[in-house]
Protein backbone atom coordinates (compact mmCIF):
# COMPACT_ATOMS: atom_id res chain seq x y z
CA UNK A 1 0.00 0.00 0.00
CA UNK A 2 1.32 3.89 -1.11
CA UNK A 3 0.04 6.23 1.11
CA UNK A 4 1.61 9.49 -0.96
CA UNK A 5 -0.85 10.29 -3.18
CA UNK A 6 -0.06 9.00 -7.19
CA UNK A 7 1.29 12.69 -7.95
CA UNK A 8 3.69 12.90 -5.14
CA UNK A 9 4.99 9.21 -5.78
CA UNK A 10 8.28 10.62 -7.78
CA UNK A 11 9.70 13.38 -6.95
CA UNK A 12 13.41 14.19 -7.70
CA UNK A 13 15.14 13.81 -4.25
CA UNK A 14 17.59 16.62 -5.06
CA UNK A 15 17.46 19.83 -6.87
CA UNK A 16 20.39 19.25 -9.68
CA UNK A 17 22.24 22.55 -9.29
CA UNK A 18 22.87 21.65 -5.62
CA UNK A 19 24.24 18.38 -6.53
CA UNK A 20 26.58 19.57 -8.86
CA UNK A 21 27.71 21.95 -6.36
CA UNK A 22 28.38 19.57 -3.92
CA UNK A 23 29.78 17.21 -6.18
CA UNK A 24 32.56 20.36 -6.99
CA UNK A 25 32.75 21.24 -2.95
CA UNK A 26 33.42 17.08 -2.17
CA UNK A 27 36.32 17.29 -5.01
CA UNK A 28 38.01 20.91 -4.09
CA UNK A 29 38.68 19.15 -0.67
CA UNK A 30 40.07 16.58 -1.88
CA UNK A 31 42.49 19.14 -3.32
CA UNK A 32 41.69 19.51 -6.98
CA UNK A 33 41.50 22.98 -8.71
CA UNK A 34 37.71 23.40 -9.32
CA UNK A 35 36.09 25.65 -10.29
CA UNK A 36 32.28 26.00 -9.10
CA UNK A 37 30.14 28.14 -11.07
CA UNK A 38 27.39 26.49 -9.85
CA UNK A 39 25.54 28.47 -7.21
CA UNK A 40 24.19 31.91 -7.09
CA UNK A 41 25.95 33.22 -4.34
CA UNK A 42 28.52 36.40 -4.73
CA UNK A 43 31.87 34.93 -3.48
CA UNK A 44 34.93 37.48 -3.12
CA UNK A 45 38.50 36.27 -4.94
CA UNK A 46 39.28 34.41 -2.34
CA UNK A 47 36.50 32.07 -2.36
CA UNK A 48 34.60 33.43 0.53
CA UNK A 49 30.78 34.26 0.55
CA UNK A 50 30.71 38.63 0.11
CA UNK A 51 28.64 40.36 3.14
CA UNK A 52 28.39 43.39 3.66
CA UNK A 53 30.04 44.54 7.31
CA UNK A 54 27.33 46.84 8.58
CA UNK A 55 24.77 44.38 7.59
CA UNK A 56 26.37 41.99 9.78
CA UNK A 57 27.02 44.25 12.63
CA UNK A 58 23.27 44.98 13.05
CA UNK A 59 22.31 41.68 12.86
CA UNK A 60 24.34 41.01 16.48
CA UNK A 61 22.37 43.85 17.83
CA UNK A 62 19.07 43.11 17.30
CA UNK A 63 17.46 42.01 20.47
CA UNK A 64 16.90 38.49 20.96
CA UNK A 65 13.21 38.97 21.27
CA UNK A 66 12.84 40.24 17.68
CA UNK A 67 14.62 37.14 16.57
CA UNK A 68 12.35 35.05 19.11
CA UNK A 69 8.99 36.58 18.51
CA UNK A 70 5.89 35.81 16.28
CA UNK A 71 6.23 38.45 13.30
CA UNK A 72 2.20 39.29 11.97
CA UNK A 73 0.76 37.35 9.26
CA UNK A 74 1.59 39.98 6.34
CA UNK A 75 4.79 41.03 7.72
CA UNK A 76 6.15 43.79 10.55
CA UNK A 77 4.30 46.93 8.76
CA UNK A 78 7.70 48.87 9.47
CA UNK A 79 9.49 46.96 6.96
CA UNK A 80 6.56 46.48 4.00
CA UNK A 81 6.04 49.83 4.13
CA UNK A 82 10.38 50.47 4.06
CA UNK A 83 10.45 47.55 1.26
CA UNK A 84 7.98 50.17 -0.93
CA UNK A 85 9.11 53.38 0.38
CA UNK A 86 12.47 52.02 -1.29
CA UNK A 87 11.23 50.11 -4.11
CA UNK A 88 9.33 53.47 -5.02
CA UNK A 89 12.06 56.19 -3.95
CA UNK A 90 12.13 57.14 -7.38
CA UNK A 91 8.30 56.87 -8.87
CA UNK A 92 6.68 58.65 -5.84
CA UNK A 93 3.48 58.21 -7.93
CA UNK A 94 3.22 55.09 -7.90
CA UNK A 95 3.66 54.64 -4.19
CA UNK A 96 0.02 54.72 -2.81
CA UNK A 97 -1.03 52.07 -5.15
CA UNK A 98 1.48 49.84 -3.51
CA UNK A 99 0.28 46.76 -0.91
CA UNK A 100 3.06 44.01 0.09
CA UNK A 101 3.41 41.16 2.64
CA UNK A 102 6.41 39.98 3.81
CA UNK A 103 7.62 36.01 2.23
CA UNK A 104 10.60 34.11 2.92
CA UNK A 105 12.74 35.05 0.22
CA UNK A 106 11.97 36.20 -3.73
CA UNK A 107 10.94 32.28 -3.81
CA UNK A 108 7.82 33.11 -1.70
CA UNK A 109 6.57 35.90 -3.64
CA UNK A 110 6.59 33.64 -6.75
CA UNK A 111 4.37 31.23 -5.08
CA UNK A 112 1.49 33.61 -3.69
CA UNK A 113 1.61 35.30 -7.22
CA UNK A 114 0.88 31.69 -8.81
CA UNK A 115 -1.44 30.73 -6.03
CA UNK A 116 -3.56 34.24 -6.39
CA UNK A 117 -3.54 34.94 -10.09
CA UNK A 118 -3.84 31.58 -11.26
CA UNK A 119 -6.18 28.85 -11.02
CA UNK A 120 -5.41 25.21 -10.63
CA UNK A 121 -4.66 23.67 -13.53
CA UNK A 122 -3.85 27.47 -15.48
CA UNK A 123 -0.07 28.28 -16.77
CA UNK A 124 2.39 30.61 -15.82
CA UNK A 125 3.82 32.26 -18.86
CA UNK A 126 8.12 33.34 -19.11
CA UNK A 127 10.91 32.74 -21.34
CA UNK A 128 11.88 29.51 -22.35
CA UNK A 129 15.36 30.24 -20.78
CA UNK A 130 14.23 30.09 -16.86
CA UNK A 131 14.89 29.68 -13.47
CA UNK A 132 14.24 26.05 -13.01
CA UNK A 133 12.25 26.61 -10.03
CA UNK A 134 9.57 28.29 -11.84
CA UNK A 135 8.60 25.18 -12.23
CA UNK A 136 8.91 23.22 -9.45
CA UNK A 137 6.59 26.32 -7.60
CA UNK A 138 4.12 25.74 -10.31
CA UNK A 139 3.97 21.93 -10.15
CA UNK A 140 3.65 22.31 -5.88
CA UNK A 141 0.35 24.66 -6.65
CA UNK A 142 -0.81 22.02 -8.91
CA UNK A 143 -0.24 24.72 -11.84
CA UNK A 144 2.03 24.45 -14.62
CA UNK A 145 4.57 26.49 -17.10
CA UNK A 146 4.14 27.52 -20.74
CA UNK A 147 7.50 29.31 -22.47
CA UNK A 148 7.80 31.67 -25.21
CA UNK A 149 11.23 31.85 -27.43
CA UNK A 150 13.60 34.21 -25.40
CA UNK A 151 15.70 35.40 -27.94
CA UNK A 152 15.03 36.50 -31.81
CA UNK A 153 17.24 35.91 -34.58
CA UNK A 154 19.54 39.05 -33.90
CA UNK A 155 19.50 38.47 -30.01
CA UNK A 156 17.27 40.52 -29.04
CA UNK A 157 14.38 39.56 -26.79
CA UNK A 158 11.92 38.34 -28.59
CA UNK A 159 9.15 40.49 -28.15
CA UNK A 160 6.65 38.77 -31.32
CA UNK A 161 6.83 34.98 -29.51
CA UNK A 162 5.55 36.84 -26.42
CA UNK A 163 2.71 39.00 -28.40
CA UNK A 164 1.85 35.54 -29.74
CA UNK A 165 2.33 33.04 -26.41
CA UNK A 166 -0.09 35.84 -24.62
CA UNK A 167 -2.95 35.82 -27.22
CA UNK A 168 -2.64 31.87 -27.41
CA UNK A 169 -2.70 32.09 -23.37
CA UNK A 170 -5.95 34.08 -22.78
CA UNK A 171 -7.64 31.81 -25.71
CA UNK A 172 -6.89 28.87 -23.58
CA UNK A 173 -7.37 29.94 -19.84
CA UNK A 174 -8.97 33.67 -20.24
CA UNK A 175 -5.82 35.34 -18.34
CA UNK A 176 -2.03 35.45 -18.26
CA UNK A 177 0.73 35.71 -15.50
CA UNK A 178 4.12 36.34 -16.97
CA UNK A 179 6.99 35.91 -14.83
CA UNK A 180 9.66 38.86 -16.20
CA UNK A 181 13.23 37.87 -14.70
CA UNK A 182 14.46 41.25 -15.36
CA UNK A 183 17.27 43.10 -15.16
CA UNK A 184 20.05 40.73 -15.00
CA UNK A 185 17.79 37.65 -16.17
CA UNK A 186 18.63 33.83 -14.48
CA UNK A 187 19.96 32.28 -16.30
CA UNK A 188 20.83 33.98 -19.62
CA UNK A 189 22.21 37.37 -17.74
CA UNK A 190 20.55 39.50 -20.27
CA UNK A 191 18.73 42.98 -19.41
CA UNK A 192 15.76 44.53 -21.58
CA UNK A 193 16.74 48.09 -22.60
CA UNK A 194 14.40 50.84 -22.59
CA UNK A 195 13.26 50.26 -26.40
CA UNK A 196 12.26 46.50 -25.43
CA UNK A 197 10.56 47.65 -22.49
CA UNK A 198 8.90 50.38 -24.68
CA UNK A 199 7.59 47.68 -27.15
CA UNK A 200 6.58 45.34 -24.70
CA UNK A 201 4.51 47.56 -22.85
CA UNK A 202 2.21 48.07 -26.07
CA UNK A 203 1.79 44.18 -25.78
CA UNK A 204 0.50 43.78 -22.46
CA UNK A 205 -1.69 47.19 -22.58
CA UNK A 206 -3.20 45.40 -26.11
CA UNK A 207 -3.57 41.91 -24.14
CA UNK A 208 -4.53 43.70 -20.65
CA UNK A 209 -7.36 46.01 -21.92
CA UNK A 210 -9.20 42.74 -22.84
CA UNK A 211 -8.12 40.05 -20.69
CA UNK A 212 -6.28 39.75 -16.48
CA UNK A 213 -2.76 39.84 -17.09
CA UNK A 214 -0.50 40.79 -14.14
CA UNK A 215 3.44 40.60 -14.79
CA UNK A 216 5.67 39.82 -12.16
CA UNK A 217 9.18 41.46 -11.90
CA UNK A 218 11.05 39.47 -10.28
CA UNK A 219 13.75 41.29 -9.13
CA UNK A 220 16.21 39.49 -7.12
CA UNK A 221 19.27 41.04 -9.18
CA UNK A 222 17.92 44.46 -9.82
CA UNK A 223 21.14 46.17 -7.71
CA UNK A 224 23.52 44.48 -9.46
CA UNK A 225 22.38 46.26 -12.73
CA UNK A 226 23.48 49.26 -14.07
CA UNK A 227 19.60 50.52 -13.92
CA UNK A 228 17.78 48.43 -11.93
CA UNK A 229 14.50 50.70 -11.51
CA UNK A 230 13.73 50.30 -15.83
CA UNK A 231 11.15 47.49 -15.02
CA UNK A 232 8.99 49.69 -12.37
CA UNK A 233 9.78 52.58 -14.55
CA UNK A 234 8.03 51.34 -17.42
CA UNK A 235 5.60 49.22 -15.76
CA UNK A 236 4.41 51.21 -13.65
CA UNK A 237 3.30 53.53 -16.26
CA UNK A 238 0.53 50.85 -17.01
CA UNK A 239 0.06 49.59 -13.75
CA UNK A 240 -3.37 50.85 -14.10
CA UNK A 241 -4.12 48.37 -17.10
CA UNK A 242 -2.49 45.41 -15.84
CA UNK A 243 -1.48 44.05 -12.54
CA UNK A 244 1.92 44.42 -11.87
CA UNK A 245 3.62 42.75 -9.14
CA UNK A 246 7.45 42.61 -7.48
CA UNK A 247 8.80 39.76 -6.00
CA UNK A 248 11.73 41.54 -3.75
CA UNK A 249 14.71 39.82 -2.28
CA UNK A 250 16.81 40.45 0.78
CA UNK A 251 19.06 37.57 -0.57
CA UNK A 252 21.41 39.69 -3.14
CA UNK A 253 20.29 42.86 -2.11
CA UNK A 254 21.59 42.46 1.26
CA UNK A 255 24.02 39.21 1.16
CA UNK A 256 21.35 37.42 3.44
CA UNK A 257 20.91 34.53 1.28
CA UNK A 258 19.87 32.37 4.39
CA UNK A 259 17.83 34.67 6.21
CA UNK A 260 15.08 34.19 3.99
CA UNK A 261 13.63 37.65 4.00
CA UNK A 262 11.69 38.83 0.95
CA UNK A 263 8.48 40.50 0.17
CA UNK A 264 5.55 40.60 -2.44
CA UNK A 265 4.29 43.85 -3.69
CA UNK A 266 1.19 44.90 -6.04
CA UNK A 267 0.47 47.94 -7.50
CA UNK A 268 -3.08 48.32 -7.47
CA UNK A 269 -4.92 51.41 -8.57
CA UNK A 270 -8.33 50.81 -7.05
CA UNK A 271 -8.77 51.15 -3.30
CA UNK A 272 -11.44 48.44 -3.01
CA UNK A 273 -9.50 46.27 -5.36
CA UNK A 274 -5.88 46.93 -3.38
CA UNK A 275 -7.69 45.86 0.31
CA UNK A 276 -8.82 42.56 -1.57
CA UNK A 277 -4.97 42.01 -2.14
CA UNK A 278 -3.82 43.06 0.60
CA UNK A 279 -6.19 40.05 2.63
CA UNK A 280 -5.23 37.65 0.00
CA UNK A 281 -1.65 38.10 0.27
CA UNK A 282 -2.06 38.09 3.82
CA UNK A 283 -4.43 34.91 3.88
CA UNK A 284 -2.21 33.10 1.56
CA UNK A 285 0.85 33.46 4.14
CA UNK A 286 -1.52 31.97 6.38
CA UNK A 287 -2.26 28.97 4.65
CA UNK A 288 1.43 28.59 3.97
CA UNK A 289 4.31 29.53 6.09
CA UNK A 290 2.32 31.27 8.56
CA UNK A 291 4.76 34.28 9.26
CA UNK A 292 8.41 35.01 8.47
CA UNK A 293 11.74 35.53 9.87
CA UNK A 294 11.11 38.46 12.25
CA UNK A 295 14.89 39.29 13.25
CA UNK A 296 15.51 39.41 9.69
CA UNK A 297 12.38 41.87 8.87
CA UNK A 298 14.23 44.34 11.72
CA UNK A 299 16.85 44.15 10.08
CA UNK A 300 16.17 45.42 6.94
CA UNK A 301 13.39 47.85 7.94
CA UNK A 302 15.98 49.16 10.08
CA UNK A 303 18.66 49.75 7.27
CA UNK A 304 16.42 51.48 5.05
CA UNK A 305 14.95 53.56 7.27
CA UNK A 306 17.51 55.20 8.60
CA UNK A 307 19.74 57.57 5.84
CA UNK A 308 22.78 57.29 7.08
CA UNK A 309 22.86 53.50 7.23
CA UNK A 310 20.88 52.92 4.00
CA UNK A 311 23.93 55.15 2.94
CA UNK A 312 27.00 52.87 4.58
CA UNK A 313 24.91 49.54 2.93
CA UNK A 314 24.95 51.02 -0.44
CA UNK A 315 28.76 52.13 -0.64
CA UNK A 316 29.47 48.52 1.05
CA UNK A 317 27.02 46.79 -1.88
CA UNK A 318 28.57 49.48 -4.22
CA UNK A 319 31.97 47.52 -3.62
CA UNK A 320 30.47 43.91 -4.34
CA UNK A 321 29.19 45.24 -8.01
CA UNK A 322 31.83 46.98 -8.88
CA UNK A 323 33.91 43.24 -8.19
CA UNK A 324 30.73 41.55 -10.11
CA UNK A 325 31.80 44.40 -12.73
CA UNK A 326 35.17 43.51 -13.28
CA UNK A 327 34.58 39.84 -13.67
CA UNK A 328 31.83 40.32 -16.31
CA UNK A 329 34.33 42.82 -18.18
CA UNK A 330 36.80 40.22 -18.07
CA UNK A 331 34.41 37.44 -19.15
CA UNK A 332 32.83 39.54 -22.09
CA UNK A 333 36.68 40.24 -23.15
CA UNK A 334 38.06 36.42 -23.10
CA UNK A 335 34.49 34.76 -24.47
CA UNK A 336 34.41 37.26 -27.06
CA UNK A 337 37.85 36.25 -28.18
CA UNK A 338 37.40 32.86 -27.83
CA UNK A 339 33.77 32.79 -30.38
CA UNK A 340 31.40 31.78 -27.57
CA UNK A 341 27.89 32.41 -28.17
CA UNK A 342 25.98 34.01 -25.39
CA UNK A 343 23.49 36.89 -25.05
CA UNK A 344 24.21 40.20 -24.26
CA UNK A 345 25.48 40.41 -20.99
CA UNK A 346 25.96 44.06 -18.99
CA UNK A 347 25.85 42.55 -15.27
CA UNK A 348 24.53 40.74 -12.94
CA UNK A 349 25.26 36.78 -11.07
CA UNK A 350 24.80 34.66 -14.30
CA UNK A 351 25.12 34.01 -17.76
CA UNK A 352 24.41 31.25 -20.39
CA UNK A 353 26.80 30.24 -23.41
CA UNK A 354 24.76 28.43 -25.97
CA UNK A 355 25.73 24.80 -27.02
CA UNK A 356 24.26 22.00 -29.42
CA UNK A 357 24.92 19.59 -26.81
CA UNK A 358 24.93 20.90 -23.60
CA UNK A 359 24.93 17.69 -21.81
CA UNK A 360 27.74 16.12 -23.20
CA UNK A 361 29.35 20.02 -23.20
CA UNK A 362 29.01 19.72 -19.26
CA UNK A 363 30.06 16.31 -18.84
CA UNK A 364 33.32 17.02 -20.14
CA UNK A 365 34.00 20.53 -18.81
CA UNK A 366 32.82 18.74 -15.21
CA UNK A 367 35.35 16.06 -15.99
CA UNK A 368 38.16 18.86 -15.88
CA UNK A 369 37.34 20.52 -12.77
CA UNK A 370 35.00 23.54 -14.27
CA UNK A 371 31.00 23.08 -12.54
CA UNK A 372 28.65 24.93 -14.83
CA UNK A 373 24.78 23.76 -14.96
CA UNK A 374 23.79 22.73 -18.20
CA UNK A 375 20.07 23.29 -19.84
CA UNK A 376 18.01 22.72 -22.54
CA UNK A 377 20.31 24.66 -25.09
CA UNK A 378 22.78 26.41 -22.72
CA UNK A 379 24.92 25.85 -19.97
CA UNK A 380 24.64 28.49 -17.34
CA UNK A 381 28.42 29.71 -15.43
CA UNK A 382 27.35 31.40 -12.23
CA UNK A 383 30.10 34.18 -12.89
CA UNK A 384 29.12 35.30 -9.27
CA UNK A 385 30.98 32.58 -8.15
CA UNK A 386 34.23 32.19 -10.00
CA UNK A 387 37.33 33.66 -9.22
CA UNK A 388 38.47 36.57 -11.51
CA UNK A 389 41.95 35.04 -12.11
CA UNK A 390 39.75 31.43 -13.03
CA UNK A 391 37.57 33.47 -15.57
CA UNK A 392 40.62 32.37 -18.51
CA UNK A 393 40.37 28.62 -17.73
CA UNK A 394 36.89 29.07 -17.82
CA UNK A 395 36.32 30.30 -20.98
CA UNK A 396 38.79 27.41 -22.10
CA UNK A 397 36.98 25.10 -21.42
CA UNK A 398 34.18 26.09 -23.18
CA UNK A 399 36.27 26.69 -26.28
CA UNK A 400 37.64 23.36 -26.48
CA UNK A 401 36.58 20.92 -29.14
CA UNK A 402 33.44 18.18 -27.71
CA UNK A 403 35.41 15.07 -27.65
CA UNK A 404 33.52 12.14 -28.73
CA UNK A 405 32.03 9.98 -26.19
Not at 16 to 23: A, C, K, M, N, V
Not at 190 to 216: F, M, N, Q, R
Not at 229 to 234: D, E, F, G, N, T
Request: with cysteine; aromatic share 8%.
Amino acid sequence: MDHLIASHRNRPTDDPIFSLDREAQERAKKGEAVINATIGVLLDDAGKLSLMPTVNKLLKEIPETEWSAYAPIAGLAPYTQAVCDDLFADLPNLRPWAVAAATPGGSGALRHAIANYLEPGQALLTTSSYWAPYGTLADESDRKVETFNTFAADGSFDLAALDAAMAKQIVSQGRVLLFLNDPCHNPSGYSLSDAEYSELSKILVKHGSGAPVTVLIDSAYAVYAADGARPLRHLGAIADTIQVLVAWSASKTFALYGMRVGAIVGLVPDEKKRIATQAAFSYSCRGTWSNCNRGGQTLVAKVLASPELHAEVKKERAELVANLDRRVAIFNEHAKKAGLRYPRYDGGFFVSVFDENPKARGAQMRAEGVFVVPQATSLRIALCAVRADDIPRLVEAFARPLQAS
